[in-house]
């Protein structure tokens, strides 16, 4: 290493230090040198690694961004709407409404692909691996800049390590995480101008980094950990003072701020409940207990970036238990993580490389670590996207340190090859798996399928495979009638749901699926009746299950009952159309004539244009021989479907019985009109 600016000698001290950066790194033109066949390679390597995704079709929760999604498939029209409402607005599983987030831009870039492409998910999967490839050459030059005096081989070996590693699919590879690509993407642009402002003293970089950084947060808040990662940043490898990094900093924070003041008081409320098979942890009351647990997952991601295996598209309840300080585990990690930091902070000083590799992992992945704030799924693969960063800086400066190469000399080609064979030992087999691990992000039934059998333990995962499932028997049988019936695909569907309340019995809404499936495709309405109480019992204001159980018995004859648990399906959820239907079939069927016009009454005011709370109406009048009223709803009834022709048609032959020739021949006109368009 070449000698401190400080001092005359070389000290084994000195030479762990990083060197600061004085001025940027004069790089040669683009067409010149070893760098640019570097950076060629980069590019090609994203392709090697992510190119088998253009085959790929739609998968998990791209419905939210992407396909057949209502606001992204009116196109570029849709970006003012994009820009000014929530990220996420569907019912929740607990029966209300999520409400949540703001990530506007990747929905914006796929409401532009819509308006260029229509729905095609290999365009889309391929600016996905251009976006990844534009990263690998950014975090490339930011590395180089960052180091400039060690050999260019140590950023490229980082950059290929850090794109390799197989926990990186789930962003890649699903375009609902485009957003996780994008928002890193900024935040690595943001540190560039940051550094440049501390480099050169350039108030307009600060302001550029300032503002990339609020790009990054709008794409998604995975980089709100850079808050700290930065400065640290530019601590370690710049000569910044303390003035700077305070006010690269603040420029941050007030960006940060600006943001969530938006979000608050320009777009709507948010609601995002958390679910117990989600996360348990947000409803667990002690924080001994979140800081055990969080020490369980955090050594959950350590093996994840040593040994990427099994990869899972959702975790949740109970693949991470809620566990004590006395697990094994617990005590294992608490050595480990202690042993690295202690380890990061005695190496501060020194501006050690390692040191910084074990604080910016550290910094990143704390976000997620379920003791600052209990993140939904508990653990997934994409929260290490970012702080992988620091476990490739690390590994590579090992395998440096285990050959004993200065990374800080001109390396000869014998130096060179020794580092890349004993970097192909894991590069090699991360290449790999990454690659076999995106065929089975092809479609969610190709992901669910493969992950299942490790997914015993997840009572989310075991639901989410069985919705779909489910959803798709449905629709086979809705196109294929009976041939599109498999009651093979039913035990299998009934099964995943077994093992959900196996593993939860609290999820309610698996054990109103299990009814649902033994009343629909077993004809079992026992069984059937024995799963919705037991989904009301465990949530007691669960209006499906009521409905339910309204449905059940309304099968059964015993219309007192039904009616019953209707009301309560009703009171909980006084817009449910099918509901309210229901609930009135239910009054006709007790004689209560009144009350079931009232509440079809109750649908017309929601929805005026459906004529068949109209025709009940007026069915329910002619059951008690009223038939001055049932006319009344059915002339109702025409006015808002006149091409009705059983409406029209009832209507001419009672009014040419009672002798008005006005209304007889008009609504025999109405019904010649609609019979001969037919």
């Known amino acids: 290493m070449k000698k401190s600016s400080t001092s005359k000698t070389v000290t084994a001290k000195q030479v762990k230090t990083i060197k600061p950066v004085d001025q940027p790194l004069a790089v040669k ?24 995704t253009m085959k790929n079709g739609y998968s998990l929760d791209d419905l939210y961004v992407t396909y057949n999604n209502p606001v992204v498939n009116k196109g570029i029209k849709a970006i003012p709407q994009i820009l000014s409402t929530r990220y996420i607005n569907l019912n929740a599983e607990a029966g209300g409404t999520m409400n949540f987030g703001y990530r506007p831009l990747a929905k914006v870039m796929f409401a532009v692909e819509h308006q260029l492409f229509g729905e095609d998910p290999a365009t889309s999967h391929l600016i996905n691996i251009l976006l990844y490839a534009f990263t690998l050459l950014i975090l490339f030059s930011i590395l180089r800049r960052l180091l400039p005096d060690y050999s260019i081989w140590f950023p490229f070996l980082v950059t290929m390590l850090w794109a390799a590693h197989p926990v990186h699919t789930e962003v890649v590879a699903s375009l609902k995480n485009r957003e ?55 601590y370690f490898f710049t000569r910044a003072d303390f003035k700077k990094i305070a006010i690269t900093t603040l420029a941050m924070l007030m960006v940060l701020v600006a943001a969530v003041l938006f979000v608050k008081f320009f777009l709507p409320q948010g609601n995002r409940p958390m679910l117990f098979s989600e996360n348990p942890l947000a409803f667990e009351k002690s924080f001994f207990l979140h800081i055990s647990t969080g020490m369980y997952a955090l050594l959950m991601y350590l093996k994840l970036l040593v040994y990427p295996h099994p990869l899972l598209f959702y975790y949740g309840y109970n693949t991470i238990p809620v566990v004590g300080f006395l697990n094994i585990w617990v005590i294992l990690s608490l050595a480990l993580h202690t042993g690295l930091f202690v380890y990061a902070v005695l190496k501060l000083r020194q501006k050690h490389l390692l040191s910084y590799a074990i604080f910016f992992y550290l910094i990143v992945i704390s ?68 690659v076999v691990r995106n065929r089975d992000w092809n479609s969610q039934i190709s992901l669910f399928s493969h992950d299942i059998a490790y997914l015993n333990h997840s009572a989310k995962a075991n639901f989410i495979y069985a919705t779909t499932l489910k959803t798709v028997l449905i629709e086979k049988l809705k196109n294929e009638g009976n041939q599109g019936f498999s009651e093979q695909q039913v035990d299998k569907i009934i099964g995943l749901l077994e093992q959900t309340v196996k593993v939860y019995p609290g999820y309610f809404e698996a054990w109103n699926s299990l009814g649902e499936m033994y009343t629909m495709m077993k004809n079992d309405n026992e069984k059937a009746l024995e799963y919705f109480n037991r989904a009301v019992k465990e949530k007691p204001g669960y209006a499906a299950g009521w409905y339910n159980l309204g449905y059940i018995y309304f099968q059964k004859g015993d219309f007192t009952e039904a009616l019953t648990n209707f009301r309560r399906a009703s009171r909980l959820d006084t817009a449910d159309l099918k509901t309210l239907s229901n609930l009135a079939a239910c009054y006709h069927k007790t004689g209560q004539i009144d009350s079931a016009v009232i509440t079809n009454s109750q649908i017309i005011k929601q929805k005026p244009e459906v004529i068949l709370p109209y025709i009940n109406n007026a069915s329910y009048y002619l059951s008690v021989k009223d038939s001055a009223n049932a006319i009344t709803w059915l002339e109702k009834a025409a006015v808002v479907k006149p091409d009705n022709m059983k409406v029209t048609g009832v209507l001419a032959r009672y009014f040419s019985r009672k002798g008005d020739k006005e209304k007889a021949n008009r609504y025999h006109q109405l019904y010649e009109k609609a019979q001969a368009k037919k």
């Open 367 to 434: 976000m997620y670590s379920n003791i600052v704030k209990p993140p939904a799924g508990i653990l997934a693969e994409r929260f290490l996207y970012i702080a992988s960063l620091g476990f490739s800086i690390a590994v590579i400066y090992l395998i440096f340190r285990l050959l004993k190469i200065q990374a800080d000399k001109t390396l000869g080609s014998s130096q060179v090859m020794k580092a890349i064979l004993v970097l192909m030992v894991v590069l090699i087999p991360f290449t790999a798996r990454t």
């Open 180 to 234: 996780e690509l994008i928002s890193f993407l900024f935040a690595l642009l943001a540190l560039q101008s940051f550094i440049t402002f501390a480099v050169r003293n350039s108030w307009l970089s600060l302001l550029a980094g300032a503002l990339l950084f609020l790009l990054s947060i709008f794409s998604k808040s995975s980089t709100l950990p850079l808050l700290a990662a930065i400065p640290l940043t530019l």
């Open 29 to 52: 033109p683009w067409y010149v040198g070893t760098a640019l066949w570097l950076k060629a390679v980069l590019f090609i390597f994203a392709f090697i690694l992510y190119g088998n």
